[in-house]
Each structure stands twice: as structure tokens, then as C-alpha cells.
């Protein structure tokens, strides 16, 4: 699929795909014989328990582990015989717990995210400054350009590495926990971006996120991982269960309607919730039924 973004460049959604991957450290594998498809031009949400393999498969994804069995295909060819650079002008990644070298700036942060476009021939370009400027300001961090990042807040911190990411403008984007740290406003800034760049350029993302509400509200596809292994994957509201829920988090939940979108909303039923409280009523049918994406984007942002 080929789509014109507003800065008119033309851009193509590529599928990213591991085939019978077998990720490990120091031989210790996370995850085995794991293959799964990043659809073209969607958002997919990768969700799990801690230690449950996601960042591990994220970053094998990214070519940031390589995998001791399978391979990771971008467009049917493999990541591995990839030049660097190459890689890193088609894929962006903003990892879990990135640090920034001590003393450097926003504005220099997210200026490396320009790198992989720069070469013996191709120097620093109007382009360029257009990439970071657009990218700190789709994360409100214009005004901190000039900030050293280890003097940052936390959420601040994390929407400079965003912008680094964003700055870097490849066709699939791998974003580990982007909303950890942010308050709630920015969370869904966040996400909303993330679901105009999908819309505007029809960009190939995935997200791990921890929110399963945000998970169900913003993706197109969803991966349940548990213990290495992809416990259940499709369109939020088709997999989303109980059932689901129990086997991945092991706790109980209810599942009631979104009564800002009509997708499934997930309560989760401690022990101290009342008896006669904690069973499930509603099953949520397919949204593809009573939304399309448009009018289900067009409901979030009421
Ligand atoms: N660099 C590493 N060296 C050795 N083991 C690692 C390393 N990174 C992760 N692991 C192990 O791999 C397993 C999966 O970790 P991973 O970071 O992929 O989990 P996760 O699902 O992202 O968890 P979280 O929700 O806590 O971020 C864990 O048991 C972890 O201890
Ligand atoms: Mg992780």
C-alpha cells in the first residue's frame, strides 16, 4: 500500500513479519518458534504481563536482537543482511528505558533520530531541521528544545525520545510503553498521534502498552503475549475475553461497553469487590459491525 502524507512524500506500508523466531540471552530463550505478521498500515498492540517477552520481541523486530533460529522479514526480505542504515531508515524504535548521553539537548536528541538520512553525499538539510522541528512539535516539546534531557521530567524525558523516534519519519514505528510516565493528557496526545500519522501516512506501527483500554481503543490488531508465546491475536474486540484476560494477567475481570466507543472496557474484579458484582453481562460484538476506524477515531476524539 502506497499513501501521500501531508509533506507529500509518498510512502509505502510495509509488512513486518518473524517467522519461526527463536529469541534468547546468553542462550536463555524468552521466546520460541514465534511467528506473527505486523499488518500493513495498521496500529498493533502488543500487550502481556511483565516478562512475558514484549519488549524482547520488539526488539527483535527492530533487528536489536537477532534471532538464534527464523527471521524477521520486512517486505519478504530479511533484516539480517540489511545495511544498518537501511534498517534504520525504515524502521524507528523508542525502547523501554532509553538513556541519553549526559549533557545533550532535546533539540540534539532528536536530531539523531536525522542520522540514518545523512550520508557521504546527503548533509544536513532543510529537511532535516523540518523533521526535528515537526517532531518536537507534534510532542509539544518545541520550547524544551534547548534543555539538557537528564534535566527532564520523566514524561518530558519520554516525549523527547518520541520526537527522536518521529524525527527519524520511517515507514514502520516500534514504540515500547510510549505512554509510560506521561499524565493522562499527554497519554492520549500520544496516541491520537499515533493514530493521525497511521491515518495521515498509513504507517506500520506497534505499541506496547500496559492500558488494555488504550490497547482496545487504539488498535487495529492486538497480540496477547503470554510467557513468550502469542496467547491470542486479532482485532481487539473479537479477542478480548474473560477468558483471555484471566490466562494472560490471572486476575478476573468484567468486560462492560466503552460508552465512548462501544468497544469492550475492561474492570478488573479484585477480591474485594462485591460477590454479586463481579460476573460478566455483556459480550461485546464485532465493532466492525457499528463502526468503521474513521467513525470509531471520530468518537475518540468527542
Ligand atoms: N538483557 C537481558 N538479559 C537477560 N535476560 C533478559 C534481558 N532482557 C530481558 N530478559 C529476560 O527476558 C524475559 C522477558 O523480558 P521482556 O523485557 O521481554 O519482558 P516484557 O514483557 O517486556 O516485560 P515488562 O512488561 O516488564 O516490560 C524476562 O524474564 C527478562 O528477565
Ligand atoms: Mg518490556
Redesign the pocket.
Known amino acids: 500500500m502506497n499513501t501521500k502524507d501531508t509533506s507529500n512524500k509518498v510512502r509505502h506500508s510495509p509488512t513486518l513479519v518473524a517467522e519461526n523466531v527463536r529469541f534468547a540471552?546468553?542462550k536463555?530463550p524468552?521466546i520460541e518458534n514465534l511467528s506473527m505478521t505486523l499488518r500493513p498500515g495498521e496500529i498493533t498492540a502488543i500487550i502481556?504481563?511483565?516478562?512475558?517477552?514484549?519488549?524482547?520481541?520488539?526488539?527483535g523486530l527492530a533487528r536489536l536482537l537477532r534471532p538464534s533460529t527464523g527471521a524477521v522479514l520486512i517486505d519478504g526480505c530479511d533484516v539480517a543482511r540489511l545495511p544498518t542504515r537501511e534498517v534504520a531508515t525504515r524502521i524507528g524504535v523508542l525502547s523501554?528505558l532509553p538513556v541519553a548521553p549526559g549533557g545533550l539537548s532535546v533539540g540534539e536528541l532528536v536530531a539523531r533520530g536525522r542520522y540514518p538520512h545523512q550520508g557521504w553525499f546527503r548533509q544536513w538539510s532543510p529537511e532535516d531541521e523540518r523533521g526535528v522541528r515537526d517532531a518536537l512539535a507534534a510532542t509539544q516539546m518545541s520550547e524544551l528544545a534547548d534543555r539538557r534531557v537528564d534535566e527532564l521530567s520523566g514524561g518530558q524525558r519520554q516525549r523527547a525520545w518520541i520526537a527522536m523516534a518521529l524525527a527519524q519519519d520511517t515507514d514502520i514505528l516500534l514504540l515500547?510503553?510510549p505512554t509510560t510516565f506521561l499524565d493522562i493528557a499527554h497519554q492520549i496526545e500520544i496516541l491520537d498521534l499515533l493514530v493521525d500519522l497511521n491515518a495521515t501516512s498509513g504507517r506500520t506501527i506497534a505499541v506496547?502498552l500496559?492500558d488494555l483500554n488504550q490497547a482496545c481503543r487504539y488498535a487495529d490488531h492486538l497480540i496477547a503475549?503470554s510467557c513468550?508465546q502469542i496467547a491470542a491475536e486479532g482485532r481487539p474486540a473479537e479477542i478480548l475475553t474473560t477468558a483471555l484476560v484471566k490466562k494472560v494477567f490471572n486476575i478476573e475481570c468484567r468486560l462492560i461497553p466503552d460508552p465512548a466507543t462501544g468497544l469492550p472496557l475492561i474492570v478488573p474484579v479484585s477480591s474485594r469487590t462485591p460477590l454479586d458484582k463481579r460476573t460478566t453481562h455483556w459480550c461485546c460484538p464485532a465493532p466492525a459491525d457499528r463502526f468503521g476506524k474513521e467513525d470509531q477515531a471520530a468518537a475518540l476524539r468527542r
Open positions: 540471552y546468553d536463555h524468552v502481556g504481563a511483565n516478562a512475558s517477552g514484549k519488549s524482547t520481541l520488539l526488539r523501554q515500547d510503553e506496547v500496559h503475549m513468550g
